[in-house]
């Protein structure tokens, strides 16, 4: 919740900030695909060296603006997200015992709160 004061500061609380900054990124990154339909290597978030690649390899359906290549911005952010790599599970998975409660010792292993050790010898 944020308190406002005439001539002062506004303050406000960590999760209405980190709120307000996603949807300032939101509406920036939205505001620049609507203005930029088409990317060309140059412009592209890929990268020149990779752009080319994907459109000499046909992985990226293009137009010929003069000289230039281009792609729609939707298809270079659809390959974008087509390479994201799935969050990585916990290395313990949390096993559930019978009654469908977490078990504890299985929760904090997967937590990094308690490890196993080899027992010396």
Known sequence: MSTRVPGALVLVDADELRQ????????AVGQQA????????????LGRGLFRRL?????????KRGKTFVVRRSEVDAYIESQRVPAVSPRFPVVRGGA???DPIAA????GRLRLVKKPP
């Open 20 to 27: 307000l900054i996603v949807d300032a990124v939101r509406s």
């Open 34 to 45: 609507s203005t930029d339909d088409w990317v060309d290597a140059r412009t592209s978030s």
């Open 55 to 63: 459109v000499r390899d046909g992985t990226l359906p293009t137009r």
């Open 100 to 102: 469908g409660v977490a």
């Open 108 to 111: 904090a292993l997967a937590e």
